[in-house]
């Protein structure tokens, strides 16, 4: 079956400490992953997708099909990066399927 | 942006009612739109697909007699929440797929629903 695994409830760092937050999936098909992000009192955004291959706000991702994982990295952490990360699959074209989130402390 | 609107952000109604919760897609078109539900400190759960012009598609545990949803327009899907009981009570969130954005979906703001 299908599912998003996100281990980590809560990773706390402090500002300029490199961040990972884990993503791991399972999935038979063709796997395409996102990150979305949501920041206090609001709603839920599209961070990256892996198909982009690109880095918005300093955040990188890269599918490893063998470990089967997606995890998000940041080379240095900045306050306003606090918020709740969540990892998510698509499958059958359409269904988002969500990891349990992180939520990410970064203090200064 | 594509921008999604719902209403009311908030919502108290008594056991036994019914609630009415609607999803907009503001600025751009959404043949499909998805609702989810989000309990306090966990992640969205998928409830149901609905297409524009036809009977929306339950996950499976979803009771559709329940949780009724109508996409009338392609800017509109709405969530009746029947017979409501205290543990309906919970973060409802729907997203909207743009027909020219590929897989993206954009998330509405959620309303928040406690029944009483």
């Known amino acids: 079956a299908q599912r998003v695994t996100q281990p980590e409830k809560l990773l706390s760092v402090f500002k300029g400490a490199p961040v990972e937050l884990k993503c791991n999936y399972s999935?038979?098909?063709?796997?395409?992953l996102f990150w979305y992000v949501q920041y206090s009192r609001q709603r839920l955004q599209l961070l990256l997708r892996?198909?982009s291959r690109e880095s918005i706000k300093g955040f990188t991702a890269d599918l490893n099909k063998g470990e089967t994982s997606f995890h998000l990295k940041k080379p240095f952490a900045q306050e306003e990066d606090s918020a709740m990360y969540y990892c998510?699959?698509?499958?059958?074209?359409?269904?988002?399927?969500f990891g349990t989130g992180t939520r990410l402390q970064v203090f200064p | 942006g594509a921008v999604v609107s719902q209403h009311p952000s908030w919502v108290i109604c008594k056991s036994g009612t019914s609630v009415k919760i609607e999803c907009r897609s503001l600025?751009?078109?959404?043949?499909?739109m998805f609702w989810y539900r989000q309990f306090p400190k966990q992640s969205l759960m998928l409830m149901a697909t609905?297409?524009?012009?036809?009977?929306?598609?339950?996950e499976q545990g979803v009771e559709k007699d329940k949780f009724l949803i109508n996409h009338a327009s392609l800017t509109l899907s709405t969530l009746t929440v029947t017979s409501a009981h205290p543990e309906d009570s919970s973060f409802y969130i729907c997203?909207?797929?743009?027909?020219?954005?590929?897989?993206?979906?954009?998330f509405g703001p959620g309303t928040r629903l406690t029944v009483t």
């Open positions: 997203s909207a797929r743009d027909l020219a954005g590929g897989h993206e979906q954009y």
């Open positions: 999935y038979s098909g063709s796997p395409e």
């Open positions: 892996h198909i």
């Open positions: 998510a699959l698509i499958i059958n074209t359409d269904k988002l399927i």
């Open positions: 600025d751009f078109q959404a043949t499909t």
């Open positions: 609905s297409n524009e012009g036809s009977k929306a598609t339950y």
